[in-house]
C-alpha cells in the first residue's frame, strides 16, 4: 500500500520558515515526479513546487525565490523549505507522486498539513 505523509507544517509568525516533509511508503519514489500543491480555504488547490526524476524543479511564481523543493530518494521523502512566508501562504499543503507509465499513470496524494502564517 503506498502512503505519502506530510509532516512540518503549524503556525508561523510573517517572515519565517517552516520544512515541510513528505515520507513516502510502499513506493520507490526514484522515478517519480514529486510536487507539492496547496488549497486554501474557498480556493482551488495549486502547484507550489515540483521536481522531476532527474532534479529539475520549477515554482509557482508566488513563491520563487522563497521556497525550495528537494528530494532525498534514498530516504523516501521530499521536502519543502518555507522562508519568507507572508499570510497569503496559509493554507493546507499536500505532497503528490506521479509516473507515466506505457499504459496508464500513477498518482498518489498524501493527507495534506496545515500551515498557518500569522502574527
Known amino acids: 500500500q503506498v502512503q505519502l505523509v506530510e509532516s512540518g507544517g503549524g503556525l508561523v509568525q510573517p517572515g519565517g520558515s517552516l520544512r515541510l516533509s513528505c515520507a513516502a511508503s510502499?513506493?520507490?519514489?526514484?522515478?517519480?515526479?514529486m510536487s507539492w500543491h496547496r488549497q486554501a480555504p474557498g480556493k482551488e488547490r495549486e502547484l507550489v513546487a515540483a521536481?522531476?526524476?532527474?532534479?529539475?524543479?520549477n515554482y509557482a511564481d508566488s513563491v520563487k525565490g522563497r521556497f525550495t523543493i528537494s528530494r532525498d530518494n534514498a530516504k523516501k521523502t521530499v521536502y519543502l523549505q518555507m522562508n519568507s512566508l507572508k499570510p497569503e501562504d496559509t493554507a493546507v499543503y499536500f505532497c503528490?507522486?506521479?509516473?507515466?507509465?506505457?499504459?496508464?499513470?500513477?498518482?498518489?496524494w498524501g493527507q495534506g498539513t496545515q500551515v498557518t502564517v500569522s502574527s
Open positions: 521536481i522531476t526524476s532527474g532534479r529539475s524543479t
Open positions: 503528490h507522486a506521479h509516473k507515466i507509465l506505457i499504459t496508464r499513470e500513477l498518482d498518489f
Open positions: 510502499g513506493v520507490t519514489i526514484n522515478m517519480y515526479a
